[in-house]
């Protein structure tokens, strides 16, 4: 491993930290924006000089969502029999949209007549189902055993079933230590759980981390798009990815496979819009959803997709459980990873195809954490939980893997020209690159040390006195790189050397120096720090309420109800198009979304 040391630090460069009562705003010439409140000055100067304000989005901790079918606890049917694979919008009365579920009693047979063909026909090939005769024999033998014998022996003898009562008893304890898991969650990363911009649209696609719902906000319009997508398979978000050069087509990650929703904007009524490609606004739209099937990894192996309704069980974290999502520049390739093993799948979205990566030994330490495809197509990084950081070629679908790291790699970036891939282990305050020297589709290719961010305690400014100092830095929890390639934003953990973790570092970014022989120490420059928003008002009142409390019963204050210091973030990213720089995204704990724009004087970067 090589290591190309940044001369200088933030601490060396007199970087400050903006003030614990400041909101960051955007940069403009090499410069972040701090504002303490709308009357500072900074902000018309900000605007003279060409700066754009974005206003926050806001997301609700708790939403009430009417319309939508629930999974009954013993089987996977919606409850009332409504179908869950197909859903159109309906505008809600609040503003804030549902979906209404199409029913499929048509697609069930309706006479005597068809339920006779279909039995002959499963008949007819039966010797291609004998396994499945055996085990359906199987089940309905160790159901009416569990119905006569004591339960714990019934356990002993037979184990739990797909179907049985202990079945169902552990699903159900499986689910609700998910359901604590996310409240958890919830509470401290806030109800944002991810967010993806559309590709070639100021679209915004926000899941909610309590109802297992997704938001559109057309960021042209400034409005909230007036439906809801959420579906009673839509369980357990982890990621999402909106399929690029193809419309609206977003592709969500869950507990349950991947869930591919079609939307279709509401048509335009202007004459003088019917050459445009409408957008979603606040008007209304269609959308359905289909379950993508997994191809079996051994032939014992059922997923949701591919169960008849009858054996379908309570979903739990399976083989189909995704953990993260990247689709190919192209649009051509969908790859997933995930929660309980090492293998990857890749979907052909136009064949519908499905084809598993398999890796040797993969078990469900080696569980993917994410993946992502390189700008031109010809690479994909996929990272595990067993500390391994893989690089694979997409022509012959080989690969190359680096496992000599102290933990997990967190996060990893690819930069816009496919040559270098930034990324952060987790527990260390160090950021790498893996630099490709060669042409695609080469594997050559080295890890290198590029910087590492030095825990220091500050001064806001000059003249203040030790009470106003801030310490920054920590272990590197999550990172992001601008399309362009100029700016990396990262985002520190809450650990025992860490500081104040609701701040984010920003580095200017000159890629060509990881190719220059000999190395060069100005690859990451020091630039500057974000702040985000306060808890806002209703957390101030909670916080003036109990401590009046206190005084008049002179009781201790319930810090429970106390929010200290300022959010945290629990996502970041970037618009993948923005002329004047780069749109910063940033998704904090109090449900806020900023959108800072960086500017800077753009170039061009080699394909």
């Known amino acids: 491993m090589c290591a190309y040391r940044s001369t200088s630090t933030f601490e060396e460069r007199g970087i400050r930290p903006p003030p614990w009562d400041s909101v960051t705003v955007g940069e403009s010439d090499l410069k972040f924006i701090h504002l303490r409140d709308g009357e500072d000055t900074g902000l018309l100067q900000y605007v003279r000089s060409g700066g754009i304000a974005f206003p926050h989005i806001m997301v609700p901790d708790q939403l009430q969502i009417r319309g939508v079918a629930k999974l009954s606890s013993s089987t996977n049917e919606p409850v009332g029999g409504i179908s869950a694979l197909h859903a159109v919008g309906d505008q809600s009365e609040q503003?804030?949209?549902?979906?209404?579920?199409?029913n499929k009693e048509a697609d069930k047979p309706s006479s005597a007549l068809s339920t006779m063909v279909s039995h002959a026909l499963w008949l007819w090939n039966a010797k291609q189902n004998i396994a499945e005769l055996i085990t359906q024999a199987q089940t309905r033998s160790l159901l009416a055993a569990e119905s006569w014998l004591p339960t714990p022996l019934a356990h002993a003898v037979f184990g739990q079933v797909p179907g049985t009562a202990s079945a169902a008893e552990a699903?159900?304890?499986?689910?609700?230590?998910?359901?604590?898991?996310k409240n958890m969650l919830a509470k401290t990363e806030g109800p944002i759980s991810c967010v993806a911009w559309h590709p070639h649209r100021s679209l915004l696609a926000i899941s909610h981390r309590a109802t297992d719902c997704v938001f559109l906000y057309d960021l042209v319009n400034d409005t909230w798009c007036s439906n809801v997508l959420q579906n009673a398979y839509m369980q357990g978000i982890t990621?999402?990815?909106?399929q690029p050069n193809c419309g609206y087509t977003l592709a969500v990650g869950c507990t349950t496979g991947v869930c591919m929703w079609n939307i279709i904007p509401a048509a335009s009524s202007d004459s003088a819009d019917v050459l445009k490609a409408p957008g979603l606004g606040g008007g209304q739209i269609s959308a359905w959803m289909s379950l993508l099937s997994f191809p079996e990894l051994s032939g014992t192996c059922k997923y949701p997709s591919q169960l008849p309704t009858g054996d379908k069980v309570s979903f739990h974290r399976s083989a189909s459980s995704v953990s993260a999502l990247s689709f190919s520049n192209s649009g051509q390739w969908l790859v997933a990873g995930h929660q309980t093993h090492g293998h990857l799948t890749v979907w052909d979205v136009a064949l519908g195809t499905a084809t598993p990566l398999k890796r040797s030994g993969s078990t469900s330490r080696s569980a993917t954490l994410q993946v992502g495809m390189s700008p031109n197509d010809r690479y994909l990084i996929s990272t595990h939980a067993n500390g391994q950081l893989r690089l694979w070629e997409t022509e012959n679908w080989t690969s190359r893997v680096w496992s000599d790291f102290n933990a997990n790699v967190t996060r990893f970036t690819w930069s816009p020209?496919?040559?270098s891939v930034y990324f952060a282990v987790a527990d260390c305050a160090d950021i790498y690159a893996l630099a490709l020297y060669k042409a695609p589709s080469s594997l050559d290719a080295q890890v290198t040390l590029v910087t590492t961010f030095e825990a220091h305690a500050a001064a806001v400014s000059e003249d203040s006195d030790d009470s106003e100092r801030v310490r920054v830095g920590g272990s590197i929890k999550y990172l992001a790189l601008d399309p362009r390639g100029q700016r990396l934003v990262i985002s520190f953990d809450d650990d025992s050397t860490s500081g104040d973790i609701s701040l984010l570092a920003v580095y200017l970014v000159n890629n060509d120096a990881l190719f220059r022989a000999g190395g060069d120490s100005s690859a990451l420059m020091p630039l500057g720090y974000v702040r985000g928003p306060n808890w806002g008002k209703q957390h101030q009142l909670e916080k003036d309420i109990a401590l009046e409390s206190a005084l008049k019963t002179d009781k201790?204050?319930?810090?429970k109800r106390v929010r200290v210091g300022t959010p945290t973030p629990s996502w970041f990213g970037f618009s993948p198009n923005f002329e004047p720089g780069a749109l910063l995204t940033v998704a904090w704990a109090n449900g806020k979304i900023s959108l800072l724009p960086l500017l800077y004087a753009t170039k061009l970067t080699r394909a």
Do not use: N
């Open 417 to 419: 020209d496919s040559r």
């Open 95 to 102: 503003g804030t949209g549902s979906v209404v579920l199409q």
């Open 239 to 242: 990621s999402m990815a909106w």
């Open 556 to 559: 201790p204050a319930k810090k």
């Open 171 to 181: 699903d159900a304890i499986e689910a609700r230590e998910a359901e604590g898991q």
